[in-house]
């Protein structure tokens, strides 16, 4: 059996459910010691020890410079084919129309008494994008550059600088280049792991560090962003990817389990999930699921993550498959139901809604624009997708007359004085105005 059928007949079968989630949020800590030596090596040597660890782990004979050649990146959009770099600049378009759609503005408000209020939003001036390579830097994750550098353009972000781990010959798959080139983004670095990431926080001879670190990884990179979190800002931590398909009984087996796949087929940790009120659709895709693993490429990969991770779940009615949803709060959901706006206003926990039949989460991963970095691993319930507001930062201000300080300072004296700050106090009162007697008004 590819994956496992529970039945939540009633509030009693919770528990159990809840039972095969509770390890999904529990961190890795089996490499805290390798990376935390990796983070001080980097923090104390620099280059050197960066190229130390890039020799150990991805390329023997890398020698300086670390950063790409500006040439190079022209070079790659020349060299692929025309029509990826046209695939390339439509994804792109598509991300920037939602990204820029995001974006908040500075505000203010004024009083009858002459004050002023408001907040002054600023983007980060340099942010730090990790790019994984793939396996051997031959699946370029182009989508993962494009998800995280035009958010930070749309923000305004100054300057912007991406690591990403070089092939076995030191070079940098062209896609990457090309994609990098065609968003305008110069700054890129032949580096991955727990060292790309010290690189970025502390900074090193060639590489200024960054005030902000985002991007997927796995779980050394997870690690790091987590250890260096106070001396840069990051965007999350990662998880494993998730995928969690509400159907009704009118879905097509072979559509839903397809989809389950293609999160199943990214690693061995993955979760795929089906929560559906027919058990019939259920015992169709789990039987599918079967037929479409024989002939997946990442067969040996996508039949372990169903196995340990992978779940049908079949309850009463969609109001109790909505409430499974709610307390998953998976990465990706897709709602493949005949009115799936009706459901979307009960949906509160989850990273990225997919609405109706024709919305694949692939669709989501490449091309439709919505940001595919996600909260993983329950933390829907408190966190948000990659996005302009993560490389951006709010500064309130205020502006008093004088007349209306004086109106205001007792009252901030009796808050000050209650919690015994005396100085406070008297900082507020000091600035008293004196009427035309000499006398001090109150």
């Not at 040996?300 to 709060?329: F, H, P």
């Amino acid at each position: 059996m590819t994956c496992r059928l529970l039945s939540l007949s009633s509030e009693a079968m919770w528990p159990e459910l809840l039972r095969l989630l509770e390890n999904r949020d529990n961190p890795d800590q089996t490499v805290e010691t390798d990376v935390r030596a990796m983070l001080d090596a980097v923090r104390k040597g620099g280059d050197s020890a960066v190229l130390e660890y890039v020799r150990r782990f991805d390329c023997p004979d890398m020698r300086p410079p670390l950063r790409v050649p500006a040439e190079d990146l022209e070079q790659a959009a020349r060299d692929i084919p025309a029509e990826s770099l046209d695939c390339i600049k439509q994804a792109a378009d598509n991300i920037r129309a939602f990204h820029e759609a995001q974006k908040d503005r500075s505000w203010f408000l004024t009083r009858d008494d002459g004050t002023i209020l408001g907040q002054k939003i600023e983007a980060v001036d340099r942010a730090g994008l990790y790019v994984p390579g793939g396996r051997g830097g031959n699946t370029p994750l182009i989508s993962s550059l494009l998800m995280t550098a035009i958010p930070a353009q749309a923000a305004g972000v100054r300057e912007i600088a991406v690591v990403t781990p070089p092939r076995a010959d030191g070079t940098l798959n062209p896609h990457i280049l090309a994609a990098a080139y065609l968003l305008g983004v110069h700054e890129i670095y032949r580096m991955g792991g727990a060292w790309a990431i010290a690189a970025l926080a502390y900074g090193t001879e060639t590489i200024p560090a960054v005030d902000k670190v985002v991007g997927p990884g796995g779980l050394f990179v997870a690690t790091a962003k987590r250890k260096v979190f106070g001396q840069v800002g990051i965007d999350m931590i990662a998880g494993p990817s998730e995928i969690l398909v509400l159907s009704d009984a009118d879905s097509d087996p072979k559509w839903v389990a397809a989809d389950m796949l293609s999160q199943a087929e990214h690693d061995v940790c993955a979760s795929a999930v089906l929560v559906t009120d027919s058990r019939p659709l259920a015992e169709a895709v789990q039987k599918e699921l079967e037929v479409q693993l024989s002939t997946l490429p990442r067969r040996d990969i996508a039949q372990k993550a169903l196995a340990d991770n992978g779940k049908i779940i079949v309850t009463a009615d969609l109001t109790a498959a909505v409430e499974a949803v709610n307390r998953i709060a998976p990465e990706h959901l897709e709602l493949c139901v005949a009115d799936p706006f009706a459901l979307l206003p009960q949906i509160r926990n989850a990273g990225s809604v997919f609405l109706g039949r024709s919305a694949p989460e692939a669709l989501g991963d490449y091309f439709a624009g919505p940001n595919h970095t996600l909260p993983t691993s329950g933390t829907a319930r408190f966190s948000s997708p990659l996005g302009v507001d993560d490389f951006r930062k709010r500064s309130s201000f205020l502006y008093y007359t004088r007349e209306a300080l004086a109106e205001a300072a007792p009252r901030i004296a009796d808050f000050a004085r209650r919690e015994g700050l005396e100085a406070h106090a008297r900082s507020a009162l000091s600035r008293r105005q004196t009427n035309e007697k000499g006398e001090t008004n109150p």
